[in-house]
């Protein structure tokens, strides 16, 4: 004969070990501290046209800051794709900015521990499924970081890395 009581009490201390062991297993490397938009441009002194039908003319204000500085110094700039992807604590993240394609991908992992309004990150950028650069950098919050990329269809890449902290 089972008795009404025992059935509770083996309910009740099943839930309790469930909730325990979940709360447990929870990574804080998980653990998302802030977001980080990868934009590609396409930077050229000749037909901006030849960036092809997808891609968009940028903002005023984005094309004054990178005419501003002498290595980023173009007539024409284009956006060609972006991708925003979270940061997590303690994991490598990937982004893929012109998806479908991985000829281009963003390889970050935070370093320390952030600030309220600044990561470090491990940074790598991989073209053509090889990696190309590497560096340790402290991003300010909607700060870009620009990396002049390699030649393409006459023109360069140009590479923005902005947290969003």
């Known amino acids: ?44 002194n000749a037909n901006p046209a030849d960036a092809g039908t997808r891609a968009e003319e940028i903002d005023q204000k984005i094309a004054v800051q990178l005419r501003s500085s002498e290595h980023l110094h173009f007539a024409h700039y284009r956006v060609l794709g972006e991708e925003t992807q979270e940061i997590f604590r303690s994991y490598e993240n990937w982004s893929q900015p012109l998806k479908p394609s991985d000829e281009i991908l963003v390889r970050f992992e935070p370093n320390r521990h952030s600030l309220a309004d600044s990561v470090s990150l491990d940074l790598e950028l ?23 990329g390699p030649e393409w269809r006459g023109g360069r890449l140009i590479i923005a890395v902005t947290p969003i902290i």
């Open 1 to 44: 004969m089972m008795f009404p009581q025992l059935s509770f009490v083996r309910l009740l201390l099943s839930a309790l070990l469930s909730v325990t062991f979940s709360s447990a297993q929870q990574d804080a490397g998980q653990t998302q501290i802030g977001k980080l938009m990868v934009r590609v441009y396409f930077a050229t």
């Open 126 to 148: 991989w073209l053509a499924r090889k990696k190309i650069l590497k560096t340790d950098a402290v991003l300010h919050a909607k700060q870009a970081l620009y990396i002049l």
